[in-house]
């Protein structure tokens, strides 16, 4: 599958002060993210030279970040491919999950002030709210879900429990966000998430961790219902 890079909208500029390779990579990064690039796709650094408006050598560099990454995979020369969905490398990342995220309800629910940076003071302002008052735009929701994992295990107070959790988390973000291209699932993770949320509040640490399962464990199982089907439809509502 060939991607025409020249068709893709205008990118916004990256941060102030970035390198043009890191800029590249963020670029690159964000046309995955938001399925410009579907899995499978072939493209070569020149149409990406083209694209990004800056030199091959930062290009490459990108590339090749981004294939330490497992994003993307070396082809031949210039060629390059988005890498291709392993279902099993995506369930093993989410059995990691699990593991992090029952550890850090475990450590949160231990301390003594599990409130003290305020993270769950806006857990609860996002996901205690009544069925009217949900969000209801898939991809602002997959945002809000990435959020809501990500600020528990930060809460634990172990930064680099934080941070391999936040690696983990961005290799499996394509999937979270097709996850949420279902309303029902919109709504069974409101529910889900509050109770969780309701069970760290008080301290039940074995009943917050068992439901953390149960929650991950079902996003898991979305993951072999994907299709090509679902990846074109998404790369349209993108548009």
């Excluded at 990004?52 to 050598?57: A, E, I, P």
């Excluded at 590339?63 to 210039?78: A, I, T």
């Excluded at 009217?132 to 680099?160: I, K, Q, S, T, W």
């Excluded at 979270?176 to 279902?182: A, H, I, M, P, S």
Aim: aromatic content about 6%.
């Amino acid at each position: 599958m060939r991607l025409n890079l020249a068709t893709l909208p205008d990118q916004p500029p990256a941060a102030p002060g970035a390198t043009l390779a890191g800029q590249a990579y963020a670029l690159i990064k964000r046309d995955l993210f938001e399925f410009r690039m579907l899995p499978g796709d072939d493209f070569t650094e020149s149409e990406l030279v083209a694209r990004l408006g800056v030199s091959r050598t930062p290009v490459r560099q990108a590339l090749y970040r981004l294939e330490r990454e497992g994003f993307v995979l070396l082809r031949q020369r210039s060629g390059w491919r988005v890498r291709p969905f392993d279902f099993e490398r995506f369930e093993a990342l989410y059995d990691v999950r699990i593991v992090l995220e029952q550890a850090a309800v475990a450590r949160l629910c231990a301390l003594h002030d599990m409130d003290a940076a305020g993270a769950l003071s806006a857990l609860k302002r996002a996901w205690l709210v009544t069925p009217a008052e949900r969000l209801r735009d898939g991809r602002e929701v997959a945002e809000l879900d990435e959020g809501f994992h990500c600020a528990l295990v930060a809460a634990a107070g172990n930064p680099e429990m934080a941070q391999i959790h936040r690696d983990v988390t961005e290799k499996i973000r394509i999937i979270r966000q097709l996850d949420f291209t279902k309303g029902y699932r919109v709504d069974a993770t409101y529910v889900e998430h509050g109770a969780i949320l309701r069970a760290v509040l008080a301290r039940r640490a074995d009943e917050a961790a068992r439901m953390l399962k149960a929650h991950i464990e079902i996003s898991k199982a979305e993951v072999r219902k994907i299709t090509l089907h679902r990846l074109q439809a998404a790369r349209q509502a993108h548009g």
